[in-house]
């Protein structure tokens, strides 16, 4: 029989009100922040954790979800949570940088933190982003497509959490205390982590090993995000190969490699066939350095375990590169290519309204205070930044003068030979809260160019509320004629955090269609506490949809 007009409207409507019913949710979590002792490495010392666990509890949400995350601090630090990787659109008050977007949590008190996840799938992650408190409190962001979206990759079998991390073993807050105290940088961490335990590798640590059983013949995705504050790391599995199918929430063209760089604040979803002889097999990460800096080059492993081989055989260890191989990351990092297909387009921006050119130096700054008399110091620009008493986002809201300014230089001061012989000086770096406008729906060009000031060294910087298209990267000093003709235009890698190569530079390109006060800083929580960072300042659209949300009722005050 027919259906009359009138009942083919209500079926439409009631199908599209059924698909809305179950692809968009509200999901709703209970983060509490506390004190926690935790065992690792032979005692046991307090750590700030959320909901007592770590690493903290996981977001699972799909693409189009509402979230909903009450934090209730009941600390004695004050406490911010940012939600790496996820863009916020016109809401920056959700973000969670300390004093950039809000005003921390102070201890005994709640706030809600409200987004949407929109046009985002993939793995993401959050962390604490205040002080260093995020060498603790930090956790998974699971970001599943829509219904009835596939991945753009073959369907695995299960899928399995990888996080790296760092552990000290005493009060990491109090060693940075001590650290600015002596004008010193704090000590190195104790050893670095795989879902918040060391392996078997350390004293003490048989029990504090994380293990992931599969079965024979199946493929296995595996969520690798690095948590670590101060370390780039490689990944690898013993016997293993790995196929890399996103980086940074968005998809990427598979490649198959040994092992991975990752950088603090970086995801990657791997593909693993469980296709070699049953045994046990370590999953291993230590850090990539390639310079002579001290760190903990210990090895943090895990155990891969097909099913049926008892516990007592002991694993076999992967063909990690050595700790300094600049050519393995510069190879590993030049195989990333965007998928750039019809329904995952890389839409990089071919006109440039604003070119940027941002150096990275290191230096060293008169300190009466401290016990040295002198203090390490970072800067872009030559401009070192001094955190603001109120959340800049609320001042620029609310215009209220006199907590920043918006003259942040497109380019350095005094040009000079940036990777030639090193400098001790630092040419003259200034305190101050400068930051640079940018005009709604514009496209920017940043160039990141590390310096030889003090010493050349890699950078991972993050930009908030947006990703951007690495489109070229180089060792040496950048030259804009002749390296802007090799960019890739086409499928660069789409990202939100990204490492400027030690002694050399890195392009990104992004469309600012994101109004607010968005933060960027090196993602090596030692060179943000010494001042790496700046933010920019998005200005709002003339349509209705393309301006600052009005803050919560909830906001934190200072």
């Avoid at 046990?280 to 002579?292: E, L, N, W």
């Avoid at 205070?369 to 390490?376: A, E, H, P, R, V």
Wanted: hydrophobic share 40%.
């Amino acid at each position: 029989m027919a259906l009359t007009a009138r009942a083919h409207f209500l079926v439409l409507f009631l199908i599209g009100f059924i698909a809305l019913s179950v692809e968009a949710a509200v999901k709703k979590y209970e983060f509490n922040v506390e004190v926690k002792n935790v065992s690792r490495l032979c005692h046991a010392k307090p750590i700030v954790t959320v909901n007592g666990r770590f690493p903290g509890p996981t977001i699972y949400v799909r693409e189009g979800d509402r979230v909903l995350v009450n934090v209730t601090n009941n600390a004695h630090y004050n406490m911010s949570i940012h939600w790496h990787g996820l863009k916020q659109f016109r809401n920056g008050w959700a973000d969670g940088p300390a004093y950039i977007t809000q005003c921390p949590i102070q201890t005994g008190h709640t706030y809600t933190y409200d987004f949407n996840v929109t046009d985002q799938r993939g793995t993401l992650w959050w962390h604490a982003h205040i002080f260093w408190l995020r060498a603790t409190v930090y956790g998974a962001i699971v970001i599943m497509p829509k219904l009835a979206t596939p991945f753009p990759f073959p369907q695995p079998y299960k899928e399995e959490l990888i996080i790296l991390g760092e552990w000290w073993n005493t009060d990491v807050e109090q060693l940075v205390k001590q650290g600015n105290s002596l004008g010193l940088p704090p000590n190195s961490s104790d050893a670095h982590t795989i879902n918040g335990k060391p392996g078997p590798l350390f004293p003490c640590s048989e029990k504090h090993t994380f293990a992931m059983e599969v079965e024979q013949g199946k493929t296995y995705l595996l969520r690798v995000i690095n948590a670590a504050l101060n370390d780039e790391l490689f990944f690898a599995i013993a016997g293993h190969n790995l196929t890399v199918v996103e980086i940074d929430a968005v998809y990427t063209k598979p490649f198959t490699t040994p092992s991975i760089l990752i950088a603090p604040g970086q995801t990657t979803n791997l593909l693993v066939q469980a296709t070699q002889p049953p045994n046990r097999y370590f999953m291993a990460a230590r850090p990539f350095m390639d310079v002579p800096l001290t760190v903990d080059n210990k090895t943090a492993t895990a155990i891969l375990q097909y099913k049926g081989v008892p516990t007592t055989v002991v694993p076999l260890l992967p063909q990690l590169p050595a700790p300094n191989d600049t050519g393995v990351a510069l190879a590993y990092n030049s195989k990333l290519k965007s998928l750039n297909t019809p329904q995952f387009p890389a839409n990089v921006p071919l006109k440039v309204d604003r070119h940027l050119f941002y150096t990275i130096g290191l230096g060293i700054n008169s300190c009466p205070s401290c016990l040295n008399g002198t203090k390490l110091t970072a800067s872009l620009n030559n401009i070192s930044f001094v955190m603001p008493k109120i959340g800049l986002l609320q001042a620029h809201y609310f215009n209220i003068n006199g907590v920043f300014t918006t003259d942040f230089p497109d380019n350095p001061p005094t040009p000079f030979n940036y990777t030639g012989a090193p400098l001790t000086a630092n040419l003259g770096t200034k305190l101050g809260t400068r930051l640079s406008k940018i005009a709604y729906n514009s496209t920017v060009e940043l160039v990141l160019q590390d310096t030889n000031l003090l010493t050349v060294e890699s950078h991972p910087f993050h930009l908030h509320g947006y990703n951007f298209f690495v489109v070229g990267t180089g060792i040496g000093n950048f030259d804009r004629n002749k390296d802007s003709a090799k960019f890739n235009l086409v499928d660069p890698p789409e990202r939100n955090t990204v490492g400027v190569p030690t002694g050399g530079w890195t392009a990104i390109r992004f469309r600012a269609n994101n109004p607010g006060v968005w933060f960027m800083h090196c993602h090596l929580e030692l060179h943000t506490g010494w001042g790496l960072k700046t933010a920019f300042v998005v200005e709002n659209g003339k349509g209705p949809d393309q301006s600052i949300l009005p803050p919560p009722k909830d906001l934190p005050t200072c």
